[in-house]
């Protein structure tokens, strides 16, 4: 795109992230060879640490805090959306060793999601050590067992985990600016994530805007929240004006 000036004119490309896509889309617009030509990016129920996100999907614990960090971390509790962890474990199906504990994953990912099964939830018999860390990460429910968990995963896993963690990364870096959006009673992703992902960022590159009427991707706008929807409008169409009309606006 950025070689057709008919589809965009020079500096005025735009990515666009949701939930799971947001933490790519973020380290793409930091490649530096594409860094300088990215201008915005916009990151719909997105999250900043995977740890935070793995940490809120098996346990249903995340962190509260208020923008730009003005009050103390406190943990708040939401049930998860099953699918959430469903999507988790078969992203990482392919990184354990052996086909019977992927197969065993596999069915124990559709028994959570599919509410038709008919059957008691699938038990291992036996899991290599690389599948039963995993395991045991996914059935924890105390939030301070997680990073333990977590480090005794199999190295191949935390590599891949890392690898898409924009708390791992230097943010500075990110030329582009952010609009973020998140729902306040997102199941997926708790919105606590795009404040955070907004405390990381140079607060002049970055916009946050929380709405009630998002359920990640259920959209059902609240009365209230037409204000900030028109915001994050007027934000994006900004984007897209010549620098010399916004400097005059």
Known sequence: MADHAELA???HIGIAGFSYGVGPVLLAALQPDIRDRVR????????????????FLTTGYYHVDEPAGTAALES???SPHPY????????NLDLLERPVDRGFFRDYA?????SSIDEDEPVPVYLAPDAQAFYDLLINSFPAQVPVLLNKLPPRMRTELEGINPAAQDL?????????????????????????????????????????GLAH??????????PQ?????????????????????
Do not use: W
């Not at 990016?41 to 940490?55: I, K, M, R, T």
């Not at 959430?84 to 992203?91: D, G, L, P, V």
């Open 9 to 11: 004119p020079p500096g």
């Open 76 to 78: 708040s509790r939401l």
């Open 229 to 249: 929807l028109l915001c994050v409008m007027e934000a994006l169409l900004a984007q897209r004006m010549p620098q010399q009309v916004q400097d005059r606006l």
């Open 172 to 212: 500075s870096q990110l030329q582009a600016d952010v609009i973020l959006l998140h729902g306040h009673g997102d199941n997926f992703i708790p919105y606590s994530e795009s404040i955070a992902l907004a405390d990381a960022l140079p607060e002049s590159q970055v916009q946050l805007f929380l709405i009630d």
């Open 110 to 114: 559709t028994y959570i999601t599919d």
């Open 84 to 91: 959430s962890e469903a999507t988790f474990i078969r992203s």
């Open 217 to 226: 991707v259920d959209f059902r706008p609240k009365a209230h929240d037409v």
């Open 40 to 55: 915005f990016v916009l990151a719909v129920g997105g999250y900043y640490s995977l740890e935070n996100v793995v940490f």
